[in-house]
């Protein structure tokens, strides 16, 4: 099993909108490739690490069990505008949020597993279908 292992645990919306092969292309692009990754996708990402000590137990567990089975050294956030785990119709006042929440789900992550590197994406224009990838940190 010492061959078995991938980078990173990448977090997605389960958005039907953002789509599979141009998600793939815009983590290439970040120096995600594919097949070095874990992923999940749960509605609205890892924003329920914020929530109930369930919902955020379920997303650490998954964090800790890609650790353990494949030696995972990052995780990555993806969120994206317009989401419905938000509900928010303003876009600047959801990316505001979104960035907040970011920082503290770093936190999070950070407490919990100091060995691991963390870092975020916004995924922008999904309303229109015109897809980007911004890094936050
Ligand atoms: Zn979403």
């Given at each position: 099993?010492?061959n078995?292992?991938?980078?990173?645990?990448?977090?997605?919306?389960?958005?039907?909108r953002?789509?599979?092969?141009?998600?793939?292309?815009?983590l290439?692009?970040?120096?995600?490739?594919?097949?070095?990754?874990?992923?999940?996708?749960?509605?609205?990402?890892?924003?329920?690490?914020?929530g109930?000590?369930?919902?955020?137990?379920?997303?650490?567990?998954?964090?800790?069990?890609?650790?353990?089975?494949?030696?995972?050294?990052?995780?990555?956030?993806?969120?994206?505008?317009?989401?419905?785990a938000?509900?928010?119709?303003?876009?600047?006042?959801?990316?505001?949020?979104?960035?907040?929440?970011?920082?503290?789900?770093?936190?999070?992550?950070?407490?919990?597993?100091?060995?691991?590197?963390?870092?975020?994406?916004?995924?922008?224009?999904?309303?229109?279908?015109?897809?980007?990838?911004?890094?936050?940190?």
């Open positions: 099993m010492s078995h292992h991938c980078e990173y645990l990448v977090f997605r919306c389960m958005d039907f953002i789509k599979g092969s141009v998600l793939g292309d815009l290439d692009g970040a120096g995600i490739g594919e097949g070095n990754y874990d992923l999940v996708a749960c509605a609205g990402s890892a924003k329920d690490l914020l109930r000590e369930e919902e955020k137990n379920f997303l650490l567990k998954q964090i800790a069990l890609s650790r353990k089975l494949h030696q995972i050294k990052n995780v990555a956030v993806l969120y994206h505008d317009n989401c419905g938000y509900g928010i119709a303003d876009q600047e006042q959801e990316d505001e949020i979104q960035r907040n929440d970011l920082v503290k789900i770093k936190g999070i992550i950070a407490e919990q597993f100091p060995d691991l590197r963390f870092t975020a994406f916004i995924i922008k224009g999904v309303l229109l279908g015109d897809i980007s990838l911004e890094k936050i940190f």
